[in-house]
């Protein structure tokens, strides 16, 4: 076995718990790890993360200038600040194909795989980027991704004749399915942990009790201290999407009364969190767990989607989210876009909380922020809201604003940014989507 296997090998084998029908990867314990060869960056894991906003963002409010620790964010950027030298913020890329195809699903039906898109009644886009990362990393996974939603899916066809389903998905395992999207927390947490039948009503941590037991008596007090915060992290999530099952249960025996599904119900009959910022939250934290845990690699959030429905009276906001976006220069607009920032924020906060050898969990990722418009009263599509947090094991420099502008059409695409970053995760194409290029200076 060469040094480099036995390094990776020794690293997996070392940081997991098992329990009944559980396994869970621990977070990076140097006494576990003191008997195996310093690690290095690229020994530990590449994770893969869309955060999705649909509908554009204020541009007045989306700008970022200077590199590093001397970065000037905008208002609507201001929650990055903490992260900054973590991140890269580019302006001017584009998906060529979705552009003068029409307003809203025509925006978004292959945003993360540039292939044209269909009208009528038989949906056809591309395999997604995040799908196909994961169909490279997801055999080491016990899932191959994850793909949530904060809000339902639509049904039926939009005035400019595409199928709403565009609109509602961005991840897409085949060019003609898109991956269903899971918006009960409680269904997201059990299909990480295979939770099941009597399972239901057993604590993860119960599961795995008797060897986070064990380890506890040999590792040193630091490393002890570490695994105590991991486990009553992994409760505290437990707990709070036990709350949200108690509600989804309620929600479809009410439903099965009515003799309707409970997700045509609004929330919070339908089960769903009234309040989004308790959905989007509770969202973030198990892709999070997910990715330390190792449960999965790729995660893909859709916080609102394209044509979204939610609303927001926590921001002091009247109109629905699509309806703000048509003034989406608007002071109410911009407090819409900055929340969804502050969620992308959280999670990418709490990945680099999440030590790793000499580094975290986010300097082992890339997590993306995007929108399927810039300008919503306009439905501009030409040039796209986007930000890159985490530096893909030092593969991918941050701390720097990217302009892309004023470079010619086939020099901006979105495409050439996902070749860039496939070929990071050792998957060397030499075409993805509407590219043939990677795309400079990334």
């Known amino acids: 076995m060469s040094q480099e296997s036995f390094r990776s090998r020794a690293f997996s084998r070392r940081a997991v718990l098992h329990g009944a029908g559980c396994t869970m990867a621990l977070p990076w314990l140097e006494s576990v790890n003191a008997l195996a060869d310093e690690p290095k960056a690229s020994d530990f894991p590449k994770r893969f993360g869309v955060v999705f906003l649909g509908c554009g963002v204020n541009e007045d409010h989306w700008s970022a200038q200077g590199q590093g620790a001397d970065m000037k964010l905008s208002k609507t950027l201001m929650p990055l600040e903490p992260l900054k030298q973590k991140i890269n913020v580019i302006d001017g890329l584009y998906v060529k194909t979705l552009t003068n195809e029409g307003i809203h699903p025509g925006q978004t039906g292959s945003l993360l795989s540039g292939m044209p898109i269909t009208k009528g009644a038989l949906i056809h886009s591309g395999v997604s980027v995040d799908q196909m990362i994961a169909a490279k990393v997801g055999a080491d996974t016990p899932q191959s991704s994850i ?15 595409f199928s709403l389903a565009y609109s509602s998905h961005i991840s897409w395992q085949t060019p003609d399915s898109p991956v269903p999207v899971e918006v009960y927390p409680a269904l997201a947490w059990d299909s990480l942990f295979d939770n099941r039948g009597t399972m239901l009503n057993l604590s ?43 509600d989804m249960t309620v929600a479809q025996d009410s439903a099965k009364a009515k003799n309707m599904p409970a997700i045509a119900m609004d929330r919070p009959a339908s089960g769903l969190p009234e309040d989004l910022r308790d959905h989007a939250r509770l969202m973030c934290d198990i892709v999070a767990i997910a990715f330390q845990t190792n449960k999965t690699r790729v995660a893909s959030l859709i916080i609102s989607r394209d044509l979204s429905a939610m609303y927001y009276p926590f921001l002091n906001v009247k109109d629905g989210h699509h309806s703000a976006s048509h003034n989406n220069n608007s002071d109410d607009y911009e407090r819409i876009a900055r929340f969804h920032v502050e969620q992308y924020a959280y999670l990418a906060s709490k990945l680099d909380s999440m030590k790793e050898g000499n580094g975290t969990v986010l300097d082992n990722s890339c997590l993306m922020f995007m929108s399927n418009m810039w300008i919503g009263r306009k439905h501009d599509n030409f040039r796209l809201p986007l930000v890159l947090a985490g530096g893909l094991g030092g593969t991918l420099q941050t701390g720097r604003t990217l302009s892309y502008l004023d470079e010619g059409e086939d020099k901006r695409k979105m495409c050439s940014l996902y070749l860039s970053l496939m070929d990071r995760y050792g998957m060397k194409l030499d075409r993805f989507g509407d590219s043939t290029t990677r795309l400079e200076r990334i």
């Open 147 to 161: 793909v949530l939603a904060c809000e339902q899916p639509m049904t039926g066809y939009h005035e400019t004749n």
């Open 204 to 246: 993860v941590l119960d599961r795995v009790k008797d060897r986070a037991q064990d380890l506890s008596r040999k590792i040193s007090a630091g490393d002890k201290g570490k695994l105590d915060e991991y486990l009553t992290s992994v409760r505290e999530i437990e707990k709070r999407v036990e709350v949200m099952r108690k």
